[in-house]
């Protein structure tokens, strides 16, 4: 199952990867972060399904990564969220902020395809991706479009990080299945390769405080800056929120990239800008 990377800080980069058998049904906030006050109706939980206990009983659909709609059909994640893994057993959820089992929470939407960044390389280089839904995305109050960022981002800006991920720092503990948000403060990236970081053109970093920050279970999810999908959350390091900057995959590189891979009955330009960011 595909979770947030980690580098070792100024050593080794390495990565979680993309299997399925361990699996922590609890995986479910931000570090440092507070549950969302409002409806995120551009964020989605990319869901795989899994046998629900080590290899035996029933499948179940259990959160993987975040995602950001873009159209009626498409959706931006991170590319580790989706290398190796078998579309039959991916979905997305949409409209909701609670992942708790009840059918009626959200609608859950197949895949019809996806497709990788041809420059995509495992351990920090165009990790983005999109996703194609067999079926047409519903759009009203709680899911709608964002959209996405051509724009460079510097240091200094204040941007909304949301997700399901980890809420402690070394991953572990049962917390609650609402989604969670943070507001967080890019840094340029001589600063972020100053605090251990090797982020090259293609990236964004932020770092707000120590104690805050992305963790396993918020990859492929949104960095909203200036009411736009600014970056893709891409990896941080094995432990979150210890005074290390997270880094995302920066959009406005691969802007072009997406329009021409999410052409569909929606276009980018239908899609109104993101509130509360």
């Excluded at 498409?74 to 992942?99: P, Q």
Aim: proline fraction near 5%; hydrophobic fraction near 35%; glycine fraction near 12%.
């Amino acid at each position: 199952m595909a979770t947030i990377r980690f580098v070792s800080v100024g050593v080794i980069l390495v990565t979680i990867g993309c299997f399925a058998p361990f699996v922590n049904a609890d995986d479910s906030k931000i570090v440092g972060g507070t549950t969302a006050k409002e409806r995120i109706p551009y964020q989605i939980s990319l869901q795989v399904l899994v046998n629900s206990f080590f290899g035996f009983g029933p499948k179940k659909w259990m959160h993987n990564c975040g995602g950001s709609i873009v159209n009626e059909y498409y959706v931006v994640t991170a590319a580790h969220c989706l290398d190796g893994m078998e579309l039959n057993r991916m979905s997305i959820v949409a409209g909701t902020n609670d992942l708790s089992n009840d059918s009626s929470k959200g609608t859950r939407y197949f895949l019809e395809s996806y497709m990788i960044h041809p420059d995509y390389i495992e351990l920090n280089r165009s990790d983005i991706g999109v996703m194609r839904t067999k079926e047409q995305i519903t759009f009203d109050q709680n899911v709608q479009p964002i959209r996405y960022s051509s724009d460079f981002v510097g240091g200094g800006v204040m941007c909304l990080l949301t997700g399901w991920g980890y809420t402690m720092p070394i991953r572990i503990g049962q917390t609650p299945k609402d989604l969670q948000e943070a507001e967080l403060t890019t840094i340029t990236n001589d600063q972020c390769r100053e605090r251990g970081m090797p982020v090259n053109p293609t990236e964004i970093c932020t770092f707000t405080r120590v104690g805050q920050g992305a963790c396993g279970g918020d990859s492929g999810g949104p960095l909203v800056c200036n009411n736009q999908l600014s970056g893709v959350v891409s990896y941080g390091t094995r432990y979150c929120g210890i005074g290390v900057p997270d880094v995302y995959t920066r959009v406005s590189e691969f802007d072009s990239w997406i329009q021409e891979n999410t052409q569909a009955e929606g276009s980018q330009s239908e899609a109104p800008p993101a509130e509360g960011s």
